[in-house]
């Protein structure tokens, strides 16, 4: 709850000023889970969804919210053999975060990934799917490998991006409609 807290108290100031960044940290155990580590992850994965209703309610007042996904290695790390990670010291993640927490960040509602020297974005996305005006456990069992296509036969992998939750219902009901 340290987050939402820290995000509760500043964003109204934020608000108020009409800017402010916010950096909340995830994981990729947040993003992707990790075996017996459901409390980590669920606390790493809760960090998405509040930067995204932050970045969404933040966007009027040139609010923006973004999550750090970063991977180094740190004293944490100690009691691990990382003989053969390459070189992940923080200060490879740091340039990342600052840029994140810099009024020049162009960006609201994204993760980026920091690990090792790469930086990448990390988002969630939705293969085409498939309608049917109804559906039986039958149907869904058959229709499997169509919702799950990501190929070159159903090359549209949908990234709804910040406003994902609106466009996904539109394009779903445009879909039911025929469209």
């Known amino acids: 709850m340290g987050a939402f807290h820290v995000v509760q108290a500043a964003f109204g100031p934020m608000c108020d000023q009409n800017f402010g960044r916010i950096v909340l940290t ?10 017996r580590c459901v409390n980590y992850g669920a606390a790493k994965s809760g960090m998405i969804g509040l930067s ?3 970045a969404l309610e933040g966007e009027p007042f040139n609010v923006k919210s973004n999550v750090i996904v970063p991977s180094a290695v740190t004293r944490m790390a100690e009691g691990i053999d990382i ?3 390459p070189p992940m010291d923080p200060e490879l993640v740091a340039p990342v975060v600052a ?5 020049a960040c162009s960006v609201s509602g ?3 990934a920091s690990i090792a020297g790469r930086v990448a974005q990390v988002f969630l996305a939705e293969t085409r ?3 049917r005006p109804s559906w039986t456990m039958e149907d869904v069992a058959e229709a499997c490998a169509a919702v799950h296509d990501k190929g070159a036969d159903n ?3 949908l990234d709804f991006g910040l406003h ?4 996904h219902i539109t394009y779903s009901f445009a879909m039911a409609r025929g469209g």
């Not at 840029?99 to 009024?103: D, I, K, L, N, P």
Request: a negative charge; aromatic letters at 12%.
């Open 110 to 112: 994204e993760m980026i």
């Open 155 to 157: 090359p549209q992998v």
């Open 99 to 103: 840029w994140m927490a810099h009024e």
């Open 164 to 167: 994902g939750h609106v466009d």
């Open 83 to 85: 003989s053969q990670y």
């Open 129 to 131: 799917g498939v309608y």
């Open 26 to 35: 995830s994981s990729i155990g947040g993003v992707y889970g990790n075996n």
């Open 52 to 54: 995204n209703v932050a």
